[in-house]
């Protein structure tokens, strides 16, 4: 026993010295380490989702500001909302979050299924899309433009090469129908089909000459078709006087051919002196597309087409005897798989210019296709 121990007293326990040495577990620093850096961490998260809310409220239109401020993001308001307009609740949404903007003629429906809230509605539609209410609504539009007319004319006046000449006016007329007739851009396809030069007996067929589109269809037709006597640009230029086709007409007396996307379509005859040179065909992606003004205004077209062309491009009706030709699908993919190559071997045998063997061998297959029409036919009525 040491000296001075008293065995009756319990041991004294160290004291851990204070200063830096006296310092939690390492399990327990870490623990609190890692707690703190969460909090900041969300500290800063949270900064950022307010800072990015904050960002995208500023970037949205007033449009979709207010369309947020008066269906709250309420679900059972936006449902009800979307089926007033006939959209998805998902359009709803991106039209908010200003993810896509509404078509003019959705913005007017909204006026319209909203009328508490129209005067609201009406200005942030003009701060977000000025001018956008002044188009006219489906169905309805503006005249034939005048600055067009003066343009048209001012080409005729001054081309000297007829085949310059009728490039430009054409593109100038079909680029102004485009923008005129469909500026909501939903689908639109203008062709002029011109008359096949004569043979013996008449004019069997027209040939889609120029071509001007947009989605769904090609911007420019590559492989260009022959339209018969069971086309709606068929009948416009045997009986001489503007057709019209709507897949809504349930009563309509002729059955017609028609091209892919096409839900309605209008065909005028390009006239000068009672003579014809072809046909204007406008085909619509919308089955209520033919109203009379757009029947009009195409009508106007067709005679500014009509300028575009030398006197020589117009026959007598008595002359168009058209007969029928063979799908117009199976045409495109017959003309794109052998146009090129006839015209070429068919320019070296007879030592023509590309033109000529154009004209000559659109000639050759105008002939073929006739033939083979009947057999199409034939087939067509064999399907279910």
Wanted: include cysteine.
């Amino acid at each position: 026993m040491k000296q001075g121990h008293d065995p009756s007293r319990p041991p004294r326990r160290r004291q851990r010295a204070a200063g830096p040495e006296a310092r939690p577990p390492a399990r327990t620093r870490s623990r609190h380490a890692n707690a703190g850096v969460a909090k900041r961490s969300r500290g800063r998260s949270g900064a950022r989702s307010a800072e990015s809310a904050a960002l995208a409220a500023t970037s949205l239109t007033p449009f979709s500001l207010t369309l947020q401020r008066i269906l709250k993001r309420d679900r059972a308001r936006i449902a009800q909302f979307a089926t007033s307009l006939g959209v998805s609740e998902n359009t709803v949404y991106r039209w908010m979050n200003g993810q896509s903007e509404p078509r003019p003629s959705s913005l007017r429906q909204i006026l319209e299924v909203m009328p508490e809230h129209r005067r609201e509605l009406q200005e942030a539609i003009e701060q977000s899309f000025p001018n956008v209410l002044d188009l006219p609504p489906a169905g309805e539009i503006p005249p034939v433009s005048r600055e067009l007319y003066r343009q048209v004319l001012e080409l005729r006046a001054t081309i000297v090469q007829d085949d310059s000449r009728r490039w430009q006016m054409i593109q100038l007329i079909f680029e102004a129908a485009i923008k005129h007739l469909d500026p909501e851009q939903r689908g639109l396809a203008l062709t002029y089909a011109e008359l096949m030069p004569p043979r013996p007996d008449g004019i069997h067929s027209l040939y889609e000459a120029e071509v001007r589109a947009t989605s769904p269809w090609s911007e420019t037709q590559e492989s260009r078709a022959f339209l018969g006597s069971t086309t709606l640009a068929g009948t416009a230029a045997m009986l001489q006087r503007l057709q019209t086709w709507s897949e809504l007409d349930h009563e309509q007396r002729h059955q017609f051919v028609v091209e892919e996307f096409e839900r309605s379509a209008c065909a005028c005859p390009v006239l000068f002196a009672g003579r014809c040179a072809g046909v204007l065909i406008v085909s619509s992606t919308q089955a209520d597309f033919c109203s009379p003004p757009v029947c009009q205004a195409v009508n106007e077209y067709a005679l500014l087409v009509a300028l575009a062309l030398p006197e020589s491009a117009f026959y007598d009706p008595s002359l168009i005897h058209l007969r029928p030709m063979p799908d117009i699908r199976w045409q495109r993919e017959e003309i794109s798989r052998t146009f090129v190559n006839r015209v070429i071997a068919c320019a070296r045998r007879f030592q023509l210019s590309r033109p000529e063997a154009e004209k000559r061998v659109r000639m050759e297959i105008e002939e073929e296709f006739e033939q083979v029409a009947p057999a199409h036919f034939a087939l067509s009525r064999e399907r279910p």
